[in-house]
């Protein structure tokens, strides 16, 4: 266990920046809710809930990123990571949704 937090605070790539992300801005939402509850029938607790059933996928992609850390470079997965999410948001981007 100690070694997984050192690689997760000493040696961050892409992945584990955009999964921190996403796990605070659910936990800003969650706590903004409770304090500012939405009116019954409101489209806010689906998203809500939509957002906590999708984080098992940025969860999944951060517990293979951890293992993939332990074995490669911390800054080579960077740039490998980097470059696959761009080309696939390029590709969404000029192909699959052009202007």
Do not use: C, Q
């Not at 939405?38 to 293979?64: A, C």
């Not at 074995?71 to 696939?88: A, P, V, W, Y």
């Amino acid at each position: 266990m100690k070694v997984f937090f050192y690689h997760l605070i000493r040696k961050p790539t892409f992945i584990s920046v955009l999964t921190a992300l996403f796990f605070l801005y659910v936990a800003f939402l969650t706590v903004y809710k409770l304090f500012d509850p939405p009116k019954i029938g409101s489209p806010y607790n689906m998203i809500l809930e939509m957002l906590f059933i999708v984080s098992f996928v940025p969860l999944g992609l951060f517990i293979i990123d951890r293992l993939l850390v332990i074995k490669i470079n911390h800054i080579k997965l960077t740039i490998i990571e980097t470059m696959i999410f761009g080309s696939i948001f390029l590709y969404h981007i000029l192909v699959d949704n052009p202007f």
